[in-house]
């Protein structure tokens, strides 16, 4: 659970008055003193990659292949869908450049809906790259029927980067018994193999009851992490009985957070997410911890594109979400990160994007 069970409270929230001709004007947010992470203060922006025509790109997972170049493995799907179509139509797909700038060449589509009777029939989607005892796996989320309540987490695995991929014929891990916290689904999978050998899978979830009841409302349900150990990689996965290990629902307002991406450094665990609210919808967050298992208060990991002083046109009505970075996934080199990868709504064709930052 979290450390602090205390806020600070009075965000708020004041637009400028100015912007410059013909871009999106950018907002200011007073932040609490103290809010911003030492992580957020060294990222500088790159800008756009995969922008892909009559395609919304998200969830962009980098790693560095043994060629020396980097494989981002990333969902698309269509844009007559909508942002709505990573429920109901995404696929995995695998792209490679020269450089972490880019630009990146589509390679293939890695892992598509099976279609009726499979457990990923509908969507594969949130996909995160990792090489663990020399073999390289691809933690997803699909779902059976086009709905948030068949999102299970599953793992592929495949020799090199550019497979063979051997897929699962059942998810890796499923949700809780009914009206538990996480009774609802298991999605947006963060991997790291334990310093003492073990498999650790942190998921995110919530409670059906809850998600119904919040029908009509911004945010719906309450998203929490949960953790999940295996003394082996494909499983069995048993859930930590302290679940779940980061919960803000605690501080009202429907507090709550998603898109985590775990790490080791320094000692510790680092965890990076999207922020629904903690600070603002606008951020990312920054935790760490000694042991995995109890986290520090967040604080801010990065902020939207506006506030790295980078123009974009405004934005159209069909993107509610536009110029804000989700979905964060680092690049790392022996262990230490290099690139901060996000997805954000906009771009070329006006659908969604990667978005890269470097990390000085």
Same mark, same amino acid.
């Given at each position: 659970? #979290?450390?602090?069970? %205390?806020?600070?409270?009075?965000?708020?929230?004041?637009?400028?008055?100015?912007?410059?001709?013909?871009?999106?004007?950018?907002?200011?947010?007073?932040?609490?003193?103290?809010?911003?992470?030492?992580?957020?203060?060294?990222?500088?922006?790159?800008?756009?990659?995969?922008?892909?025509?009559?395609?919304?790109?998200?969830?962009?997972?980098?790693?560095?292949?043994?060629?020396?170049?980097?494989?981002?493995?990333?969902?698309?799907?269509?844009?007559?869908?909508?942002?709505?179509?990573?429920?109901?139509?995404?696929?995995?797909?695998?792209?490679?450049?020269?450089?972490?700038?880019? $630009?990146?060449?589509?390679?293939?589509?890695?892992?598509?809906?099976?279609?009726?009777?499979?457990?990923?029939?509908?969507?594969?989607?949130?996909?995160?790259?990792?090489?663990?005892?020399?073999?390289?796996?691809?933690?997803?989320?699909?779902?059976?029927?086009?709905?948030?309540?068949?999102?299970? *987490?599953?793992?592929?695995?495949?020799?090199?980067? !550019?497979? $063979?991929?051997?897929?699962?014929?059942?998810?890796? #891990?499923?949700?809780? $018994?009914?009206?538990?916290? !996480? !009774?609802?689904?298991?999605?947006?999978?963060?991997?790291?193999?334990?310093?003492?050998?073990?498999?650790?899978?942190?998921?995110?979830?919530?409670?059906?009851?809850?998600?119904?009841?919040?029908?009509?409302?911004?945010?719906?349900?309450?998203?929490?992490?949960?953790?999940?150990?295996?003394?082996?990689?494909?499983?069995?996965?048993?859930?930590?009985?302290?679940?779940?290990?980061?919960?803000?629902?605690?501080?009202?307002?429907?507090?709550?957070?998603? !898109?985590?991406?775990?790490?080791?450094?320094?000692?510790?665990?680092?965890?990076?997410?999207?922020?629904?609210?903690?600070?603002?919808?606008?951020?990312?967050?920054?935790?760490?911890?000694?042991?995995?298992?109890?986290?520090?208060?967040? %604080? *801010?990991?990065?902020?939207?594109?506006?506030?790295?002083?980078?123009?974009?046109?405004?934005?159209?009505?069909?993107?509610?979400?536009?110029?804000?970075?989700?979905?964060?996934?680092? #690049?790392?080199?022996?262990?230490?990160?290099?690139?901060?990868?996000?997805?954000?709504?906009?771009?070329?064709?006006?659908?969604?994007?990667?978005?890269?930052?470097?990390?000085?």
């Amino acid at each position: 659970m #979290l450390a602090r069970r %205390t806020f600070l409270t009075g965000l708020v929230l004041a637009p400028l008055a100015r912007a410059w001709a013909g871009f999106a004007a950018p907002r200011l947010i007073d932040y609490p003193k103290g809010a911003f992470s030492k992580f957020s203060k060294h990222l500088k922006p790159v800008g756009r990659a995969l922008e892909l025509p009559d395609c919304y790109v998200w969830c962009n997972s980098p790693i560095y292949g043994p060629d020396g170049r980097v494989h981002v493995f990333f969902s698309r799907w269509a844009a007559g869908k909508g942002m709505g179509g990573w429920l109901n139509g995404s696929e995995i797909c695998h792209a490679v450049a020269d450089k972490p700038e880019g $630009p990146y060449a589509f390679v293939e589509v890695v892992l598509a809906p099976r279609g009726p009777g499979h457990w990923d029939a509908t969507t594969c989607h949130n996909p995160s790259i990792q090489l663990v005892d020399g073999q390289y796996c691809l933690f997803f989320m699909g779902n059976a029927n086009g709905k948030t309540d068949t999102k299970r *987490i599953g793992l592929a695995t495949a020799p090199t980067l !550019d497979g $063979p991929w051997t897929r699962p014929d059942q998810p890796l #891990l499923l949700p809780g $018994p009914a009206g538990a916290w !996480d !009774d609802h689904c298991t999605t947006n999978p963060a991997f790291i193999k334990h310093p003492n050998g073990q498999y650790w899978l942190y998921y995110k979830s919530w409670n059906t009851r809850e998600y119904e009841e919040a029908k009509g409302q911004a945010i719906r349900g309450n998203r929490k992490y949960g953790l999940a150990v295996a003394e082996q990689l494909h499983g069995p996965y048993v859930k930590f009985e302290g679940n779940p290990v980061i919960d803000f629902s605690g501080q009202g307002h429907n507090k709550q957070f998603e !898109d985590a991406f775990v790490w080791r450094q320094h000692g510790k665990f680092q965890l990076l997410a999207r922020d629904m609210g903690v600070y603002s919808q606008e951020v990312g967050l920054f935790l760490e911890s000694e042991d995995g298992k109890a986290w520090s208060f967040p %604080t *801010i990991a990065f902020r939207a594109i506006r506030d790295y002083g980078v123009p974009e046109p405004p934005a159209p009505p069909s993107l509610k979400r536009y110029g804000r970075l989700e979905r964060p996934q680092l #690049l790392l080199r022996n262990g230490k990160p290099e690139y901060l990868f996000c997805a954000s709504q906009g771009g070329k064709f006006m659908t969604a994007s990667s978005f890269i930052l470097k990390i000085t």
